[in-house]
């Protein structure tokens, strides 16, 4: 017969964990608690990547389209000229490049349904929400219609130009001289790190000026400062490159700095902390104006002149 185990009060012994299973049980159950806290923020930290990722590549195309976009419709006659020079902005660091062409997407009830485009990547120090100041680079579009561009006077004197005057075929010279206000401007990417256009000609080589010096296209001058010229590129190349907003910020401050390697480790952060993307841009009106230049010889925009 079983007899219960009595406290020396004469009340029953009940039974409990000792201090050495309540310790064992705490151990545990914080290691279980690290693991779970480490996890979750393993899963943060790729969701935040993730998330970056997709900004950086939303915004990156949408750049790109853009651009696509507007080169495709790129028009080059005797009076209708682009314009392509690499490494113009932060020549010393990435190279930006610098692009200027005609396109045929304006208002198609016009007589001239041209607009004037230029691509650029400009170079501005804001700060970020603790007042510290950093370096952004910025893709920007410009746009202006002709009837703006040949009417100077209103802003000033030798801004005036028109592309199809047979002595102004370097529109971009003129165009250059024009303030901001009167191109239609907009960031179409910010937190740029490469904005590079190759002109790819109709033998397939490159058209921008060899590999020493000045690498540019002048479509007045021909590909190389060789024949043929007025003619498009076959192609508009395009490598674009954005990172994020916070690597941008941190990597954005060292850029700043007086000490060139903590500059260049600035350059490192973004190129490794960022997106690429590329672009091939197909002029839709690039053949029939290469056969006209190139093969018949004529110039089929003289009657618009005055």
Same mark, same amino acid.
């Given at each position: 017969?079983?007899?219960? @185990? ?24 914080? !290691?279980? !608690? ?23 590549? $939303? ?9 696509? &976009? ?38 198609? %009830? ?55 005057? @047979? ?6 010279? $003129? ?10 401007? &907009? ?15 109709? %033998? ?36 674009? &490159?954005? $990172? ?63």
């Amino acid at each position: 017969m079983k007899t219960k @185990t009595e406290t020396k009060s004469g009340l029953p012994m009940r039974a409990a964990f000792t201090l050495i299973e309540v310790l064992a049980a705490m151990a545990v159950l914080v !290691i279980l !608690i690290l693991a779970l806290t480490r996890m979750f923020m393993e899963a943060t930290s790729i969701t935040k990547r993730g998330s970056a990722t997709l900004m950086r590549n $939303s915004t990156a195309e949408t750049a790109m389209e853009t651009l696509l &976009q507007d080169a495709e419709g790129l028009v080059v006659s005797d009076r209708l000229a682009c314009y392509v020079k690499a490494d113009v902005t932060d020549p010393k660091g990435f190279g930006f490049d610098d692009v200027w062409f005609i396109s045929t997407s304006g208002d198609q %009830d016009d007589d001239l349904p041209y607009e004037y485009f230029h691509y650029f990547v400009a170079t501005n120090v804001y700060t970020n929400v603790l007042g510290a100041a950093y370096l952004r680079f910025d893709l920007m579009k410009e746009r202006m219609i002709f009837a703006v561009g040949d009417n100077g006077n209103s802003y000033g004197p030798n801004l005036q130009f028109y592309a199809l005057a @047979t002595n102004n075929a370097k529109w971009w010279q $003129s165009a250059s001289n024009f303030p901001g206000t009167v191109w239609d401007r &907009q960031v179409l990417a910010d937190n740029v790190v490469r904005f590079d256009v190759y002109c790819t000609g109709w %033998d397939g080589t490159a058209w921008m000026g060899g590999f020493s010096g000045v690498h540019q296209f002048d479509s007045t001058m021909g590909p190389n400062n060789k024949a043929p010229t007025n003619v498009p590129p076959a192609a508009f190349d395009i490598y674009l &490159q954005v $990172s994020s907003p916070e690597t941008a910020v941190e990597a954005g401050m060292a850029l700043l700095s007086d000490e060139p390697a903590t500059r260049t480790k600035g350059r490192e952060m973004l190129v490794r902390e960022s997106s690429s993307i590329f672009g091939r841009a197909v002029p839709l009106v690039g053949a029939a104006r290469y056969n006209t230049a190139v093969i018949y010889g004529t110039n089929n925009t003289a009657y618009y002149e005055d």
